[in-house]
């Protein structure tokens, strides 16, 4: 059964940086597809980068520039570099693991397992 544990997140002013991770297991993690998403109070979940590999990624809009996903498939951790923060970037932040799917997707409905979050604050 694979299990997905978020960590990293917290409480930063605009501007700042913060980096999540991801840490995987119950399976091999080099067969799945890893994305991170967020969802706000009140908002849909939102898909704001996804990987395949390590050199295939996609961003969404809103992060863009700002955001880096990377994985490291010997340690089984996948991560988010957020970088020039801002307030509407507070959320709960979630990964998720898809078995090998045939490309990059932001869609939360392709996607199996989910971990349980970890909330970023970014205050003004």
């Known amino acids: 059964q694979v299990q997905l544990v978020e960590s990293g997140g917290g409480s930063v002013q605009a501007g700042g940086s913060l980096r999540l991770a991801c840490v995987f297991s119950g399976s091999t993690y080099s067969n799945y597809c890893m994305g991170w998403f967020r969802q706000a109070p009140g908002k849909e979940r939102e898909g704001i980068a996804a990987?395949?590999?390590?050199?295939?990624?996609t961003y969404g809009e809103s992060v863009k520039g700002r955001f880096t996903i990377s994985r490291d498939n010997a340690k089984k951790t996948l991560y988010l570099e957020m970088n020039t923060l801002k307030p509407e970037d507070s959320a709960m932040y979630y990964c998720a693991a898809k078995f090998k799917c045939s490309g990059l997707a932001l869609r939360k409905d392709v996607y199996t397992y989910w971990g349980q979050g970890t909330q970023v604050t970014v205050s003004s």
């Open positions: 990987i395949v590999r390590r050199d295939s990624t």
